[in-house]
């Protein structure tokens, strides 16, 4: 009783924190004050959707990083660096900029799917809990979520990191980097670095989902509708992945031939988490749902031994009691172990099928000139 009462709490303190919006990420306060800064400045009244605020600061830091180089006098020379590369013509920096507004928006939609749940616990998933142990993970996991402080270093630390690496690697091939190329690179880095963070700190919730307990449909857990509005929220961050590597794989539009096999390592790579992050969604919901069946068959096995403890088998009413509790456990029994459906599956291929298509159709002259031309 100590634990319910506890368990109950918790639960309705969380629950009104989340309604409240006290728990903000690092992504979160950075919109937030660019949109007021921008309300000053243009004195608004109504705050800046997100999305807005997130076009504007990618496309912001675009224009800071090419101003950096023309200043700095770089610009020719890293459009000569490109076509070393093999980017064709002088779309190097277009493509530069494509990839700076795509990590922007990986960073938002990661945030996104962050927010959505947080919602779907404070409204459906909070309630079903059943154990304090169940709270505390999804409670760690907030924390975890919200702790700016954590996320600001690692993406700092991380983008020094990525920095020094891509530079010592730009280095070892004889390119020229000045103050404006090593600024500009620092600054794509430091988004790589807190894209990395949300993802990782998304596929911990996973992570920790296999032990939850969650009160489901006792005959069925696998059917219940919390598995099934769980299956989808978790389905929105391998869409999000398959999107961004998409979007990745189409920027190679702007690329010659070097660029071209990196853009198919760059579908092949993207497969590899996606494929990992499915496997490890379904294997979350699938212990939930063992989790859920074995309490419901461990309850009926109690009653049967209840029952058979009189040792009284003449008595029919026990006798039937006995057998329809005993079908009620072989059919519970045989109910499915997993969330994976023919829906689950289609929309599984379809992720792993957009980073293909996009890299397709941002390459399409180069295959159909690789088509037999008629004479």
């Known amino acids: ?68 180089l023309y200043f700095t006098g770089e610009l020719t020379v890293t459009h000569n660096a490109f076509e070393r590369l093999g980017i064709k013509e002088r779309l190097g920096i277009v493509w530069v900029m494509a990839i700076n507004v795509l990590f922007f928006f990986d960073m938002a939609l ?9 919602a779907l616990w404070q409204n459906d998933i909070l309630d079903a809990t059943e154990s304090v142990a169940s709270f505390e993970k999804f409670n760690y996991w907030l924390e975890k979520v919200c702790n700016r402080r954590l996320h600001f270093l690692l993406t700092i630390v991380g983008g020094t990191l990525l920095s020094l690496a ?16 090593i600024f500009g690179l620092f600054i794509i880095n430091i988004l790589i670095a807190s894209d990395l963070y949300l993802f990782w700190i998304s596929i911990l919730l996973s992570a920790r989902l296999p032990r939850y307990d969650l009160k489901l449909f006792p005959a069925n857990p696998g059917d219940s509708e919390l598995i099934s509005r769980l299956s989808g929220e978790l389905g929105i961050l391998v869409y999000i992945n398959a999107v961004s590597g998409a979007v990745g794989a189409l920027t190679t539009v702007f690329a010659g031939g070097l660029f071209q096999i990196l853009g198919i390592a760059q579908v092949l790579l993207v497969w590899l988490p996606l494929i990992a992050l499915f496997i490890l969604n379904q294997t979350s919901l699938s212990s939930i749902i063992r989790r859920a069946k074995w309490k419901t068959i461990n309850e009926i096995q109690a009653k049967v031994e209840k029952l058979q403890a009189a040792e009284n088998f003449e008595d029919k ?59």
Not at 59 to 67: C, G, K
Not at 110 to 118: L, V
Not at 166 to 172: K, Q
Not at 349 to 375: M, T, V
């Open 1 to 68: 009783m100590t634990t319910n009462i506890a368990l109950i709490e918790k639960r309705e303190e969380l629950k009104r924190r989340l309604a409240a919006g006290e728990y903000k990420t690092l992504v979160d306060i950075c919109l937030t004050g660019t949109s007021r800064l921008i309300q000053r400045l243009t004195r608004r009244s109504n705050p800046i959707p997100a999305w807005l605020i997130t076009i504007i600061l990618s496309f912001l830091t675009t224009s800071i990083i090419i101003a950096t």
């Open 110 to 118: 990661f945030n996104y799917y962050i927010h959505r749940i947080m």
């Open 166 to 181: 891509m530079g010592i690697a730009v280095f070892s091939q004889n390119f020229f980097m000045g103050y404006g190329s």
């Open 317 to 375: 009413e026990k006798m039937e009691a006995i057998n329809r509790l005993m079908d009620y456990h072989d059919r519970v029994k045989a109910t499915r172990n997993s969330a994976i459906n023919s829906g689950t599956i289609l929309n599984f291929i379809n992720s792993l099928l957009l980073p293909l298509l996009a890299f397709l159709l941002g390459n399409l002259d180069k295959l159909i000139a690789l088509l037999p031309q008629k004479p």
